[in-house]
């Protein structure tokens, strides 16, 4: 069964002190990792696909990089505005193809 | 519009009520899904539909009915529902349900059950 665990299960940082955020899996092959920004009350919205160990992926502070265990999504020098729920998910090569979720890391940046 | 619409926005319905949650998506997507979200759980699928056929059923309860009309449309209609069932159940879309695990989410409706 594929499993997708993040953590911490929440994080809290002052505006400007940079931190990493973690997603391990167990997949039986992994065709995709996916990570999504959530805001209170509002649907994830997408931001990155990462498909093979060694790959990074960056948006503004956000980097995400990938192994064949696990993925850390880096903010670097995070603003409050990226105060929101970041969630993993994960896409088998095999059977469905329906991704599995995290329960997210819920992010707060004091300012 | 653009991106995934749903309506509500939010719900509140007595356990005997029936109601219906509606989706639709502008992206010209193929496939549809619900999903269930409750605090401090991971995302629990629902329901995915795939050129209108429904390919997924993750042991649902039968209170929940879904109906794809066509590709755009999504809905959820409900009926005869627990406490245990209020959540924020939010649609998404993509290309297709074989090929990509990016998802395009719309804003929820968040359902309380009296």
């Known amino acids: 069964e594929d499993q997708v665990t993040q953590s911490p299960e929440a994080l809290r940082l002052q505006e400007g002190e940079s931190s990493s955020l973690n997603c391990s899996y167990t997949?039986?092959?992994?065709?995709?990792l996916f990570w999504y920004r959530q805001d209170p009350g509002k649907g994830p919205e997408f931001l990155f696909t990462?498909?093979?160990a060694g790959e990074e992926k960056e948006k503004e502070r956000l980097k995400a990089t990938l192994t064949k265990k696990e993925s850390f999504l880096h903010i670097t020098a995070p603003k409050p505005e990226d105060s929101a729920t970041y969630l993993c998910?994960?896409?088998?090569?095999?059977?469905?193809?329906?991704?599995?979720f995290g329960r997210g890391t819920s992010l707060i940046v004091h300012p | 519009e653009t991106g995934v619409t749903q309506t509500p926005r939010h719900l509140v319905m007595g356990m005997t009520n029936k109601k219906s949650l509606k989706c639709e998506q502008h992206?010209?997507?193929?496939?549809m899904y619900w999903y269930k979200q409750s605090a401090k759980k991971p995302l629990e699928l629902m329901f995915v539909?795939?050129?209108?056929?429904?390919?997924e059923n993750n042991s649902v309860p039968s209170r929940f009915s879904p109906e794809c009309p066509n590709s755009s449309h999504l809905f959820l209609h409900l009926h005869t529902l627990q406490p245990e069932d209020s959540a924020l159940y939010l649609c998404?879309?993509?290309?297709?349900?074989?090929?990509?695990?990016?998802?395009?989410f719309g804003e929820g409706s968040r359902l309380t059950v009296l």
């Open positions: 998404a879309s993509s290309q297709d349900s074989g090929s990509t695990g990016e998802l395009f």
């Open positions: 997949v039986s092959g992994l065709r995709g």
């Open positions: 990462l498909y093979s």
């Open positions: 998910a994960v896409q088998a090569s095999g059977g469905s193809y329906i991704p599995t």
């Open positions: 992206l010209g997507h193929n496939a």
């Open positions: 539909y795939n050129f209108k056929e429904q390919t």
